[in-house]
């Protein structure tokens, strides 16, 4: 394991860069994200440890990034005064582009794996933004011709996470306060619906099953996190305040859950599927344990036996644990290349560690 000391600043959220294995880049707040500034650190992997290749400090805290997916010195990032920057590595100091999208605190951001031309953000003041990054041709920094977001997905919740699909460029989806997975699809007719295809009540009751009595009903709570599965298109996972992580399939929005996933002692920060193995994902929580999870697809896992939590279901398990952090832990991410089981975490205590799930399964 790994281990790297963010002096001063508790981290938020930490990624992979897409085009290297040993580059991550970690979103980071003073004063735990409450008030004061923000700073962005791009990190190297060495035989030596984990070095600082180089930071950005920012006025306002920062509470989430994505890598750009077109450019791989390009690091987009969500801030609290509601903006949105984009840095590049190969410069100093200023961001090479600010939006000022949102009236809030912005929460997330996440650059479109198929399109590559857009990304999106998504923030407490209940919207969804999409962005467009044109690079001009008449300057070598890859300015934008326009500052302006192309769409605004109104949400009317504070909404914390929002991603687009790995499988499509004009789906996305997001979670929000009021316990709902919405989906976007920006193909169809903008109408009334503004693009709103699924709106799916994260809280439904999951199907009643053979010898157990039925579910009464569950109180709605805020939703914080979720993710699309890497080789499944229709399987969402979603995570929040309930401890409980939950998998979809958009194809039946009415059945429910396919999956229940209890175990987290407090609210689940961050989901992530494995960019390796369809059934694996990994989950970061406010009780300071990362946990990795089958979601029960695989094959041979719905024939063990029951689940010992009555409110588990799908045949999913925890498959190991990870208790190294000792503040919340909100941030964590896979790494895309090499022996799959790599990953890097980030907490509010002040520390990002990159480790092998494969060391902790069983634990």
């Known amino acids: 394991m790994l281990e790297f000391r963010t002096q001063g600043f508790n981290g938020y959220a930490v990624k992979y860069s897409p085009f290297f294995d040993s580059r991550l880049a970690v979103a980071a707040s003073a004063n735990f994200g409450l008030v004061g500034n923000g700073r962005l650190y791009i990190l190297g992997l060495t035989t030596d440890g984990i070095v600082v290749e180089k930071w950005f400090d920012t006025q306002d805290s920062l509470y989430d990034l994505s890598w750009s997916e077109a450019h791989e010195n390009q690091v987009v990032v969500a801030a609290g005064d509601g903006s949105i920057k984009l840095f590049d590595i190969g410069l100093d100091e200023f961001p090479v582009q600010s939006w000022q999208e949102h009236k809030r605190e912005v929460f997330a951001v996440h650059w479109n794996l198929v399109g590559k031309d857009t990304f999106c953000s998504s923030s407490w003041d209940g919207c969804i933004k999409i962005v467009s990054f044109v690079p001009a041709t008449s300057t070598p920094y890859l300015r934008t011709r326009s500052c302006d977001s192309l769409l605004t997905l109104p949400t009317h919740s504070c909404t914390y996470s929002a991603a687009y ?5 004009s789906i996305l989806s997001a979670v929000s306060s009021d316990s709902h997975l919405r989906i976007f699809d920006l193909r169809t007719p903008a109408s009334v619906s ?5 709106s799916i009540p994260i809280h439904a009751s999951a199907p009643t099953r053979l010898g157990l009595p039925p579910q009464s009903g569950i109180p709605p709570t805020e939703a914080l996190t979720h993710d699309w599965n890497k080789y499944r298109d229709s399987i969402i996972a979603a995570a929040g305040v309930d401890r ?3 998998t979809f ?6 059945q429910g859950p396919v999956a229940v996933l209890p175990g987290h002692d407090y609210a689940v920060r961050k989901v992530a599927w494995s960019p390796h193995l369809p059934d694996v994902l990994l989950s970061a929580s406010y009780d300071m344990t990362c946990r990795v999870w089958t979601d029960g697809s695989a094959l041979g896992v719905r024939a063990e036996e029951g689940p010992s939590n009555p409110m588990a279901m799908g045949g999913g398990r925890e498959l190991g644990r990870m208790g190294r952090h000792t503040e919340f832990v909100v941030g964590v991410d896979w790494c895309l290349f090499g022996a799959e089981g790599w990953c890097a975490s980030c907490g ?4 990002v560690l990159v480790w092998d799930v494969r060391a902790i399964m069983g634990s």
């Open 244 to 246: 409980l992580i939950r």
């Open 249 to 254: 399939d958009i194809r039946s929005p009415g």
């Open 165 to 169: 699909s790995p499988h499509s460029p």
């Open 348 to 351: 509010w205590d002040e520390r």
């Open 194 to 198: 503004n693009h709103l295809t699924l």
